[in-house]
């Protein structure tokens, strides 16, 4: 039986380098351009984007969400505009990105089950997902509760700041649409599932639209109507994709609610922790 070597591996490489002789650049042919290459790049730039054309278009259509809201807010004057911006921008912006890195624990742990064909993995992060996300908004709730005391003691006028808290307290819906909607977005990327998002983004942004016109302009409610149209708009997102994630072509990804969510559900919780930090 041949003996095993002790050598360092770090050392046998530097060993065998020194043996080899080391190539000059003469050695060295340049790459000559070539259809292929232009094939390739070209086949490349194809699979890129069918899966990153969908994914910008959700984003702009739920980014829209809060510019199409603003835009009939800016209908009723100044101090209504910088109210709705106030708590877009900053309330819900604040949640909303940390959100997003929370969620991208998800998207690392799905892409990895996902490769290695552990498609069981995916229906438990997803739900492990749902209960870190929902858990977490509750402390995120406080912002929005007590935005009108923040806003004013950073300055801020106590008209805009009122009327930014009450936005930002009817707007509660729409930040437990966030904890859903992140945790089944993941889990169609992790999988190159992107289509059907688009068709219900899309569809969505539009119906947002409409029952905008259809409050504001046509029976004439007043401003606090379109945070309660934002929630509805981001809520049929979500009830569209879970839907999608029971009815769809899931069948060894979803298996159902399973028990196995709560193991080491801590872990799944500290590592979403260090992934909004980072983000």
């Known amino acids: 039986m041949e003996k095993p070597s002790t050598t360092p591996l770090l050392a046998l490489s530097d060993l065998e380098t020194s043996q080899q002789q080391v190539p000059s650049l003469e050695d060295y042919v340049p790459t000559r351009f070539s259809s292929n290459l232009v094939r390739e790049v070209w086949e490349e730039s194809k699979k890129f984007w069918i899966l990153a054309a969908p994914v910008a278009f959700n984003r702009i259509c739920t980014y829209a969400f809060g510019v199409v809201t603003q835009s009939y807010a800016g209908q009723f004057g100044t101090l209504e505009l910088a109210a709705v911006s106030l708590a877009s921008s900053t309330v819900g912006g604040i949640s909303f990105g940390l959100m997003v890195g929370m969620s991208s624990a998800q998207q690392t742990l799905s892409g990895q089950a996902f490769g290695a064909k552990k498609f069981n993995l995916l229906g438990v992060y997803l739900q492990q997902s749902f209960i870190v996300m929902n858990g977490t908004v509750l402390l995120f709730s406080l912002l929005y509760i007590f935005a009108a005391p923040l806003l004013k003691a950073v300055g801020q006028l106590e008209q805009v700041a009122d009327l930014t808290g009450q936005f930002a307290l009817c707007s509660l819906p729409q930040l437990f649409a966030y904890a859903n909607y992140f945790p089944v977005q993941k889990f169609f990327q992790s999988q190159r599932i992107v289509m059907m998002q688009t068709v219900i983004c899309g569809g969505s ?19 606090l109507v379109l945070a309660m149209a934002l929630n509805a708009s981001w809520w049929l997102v979500v009830v569209g994709q879970c839907i999608y994630v029971v009815t769809g072509p899931f069948p060894e990804k979803w298996t159902g609610f399973s028990t196995d969510i709560f193991y080491d559900v801590w ?11 980072m983000a």
């Open 205 to 223: 942004l539009a119906c947002h639209v409409f029952l905008n016109w259809f409050l504001i302009t046509k029976l004439g409610f007043g401003i």
């Open 267 to 277: 872990s799944f919780l500290k590592l979403s922790t260090s992934s909004a930090v």
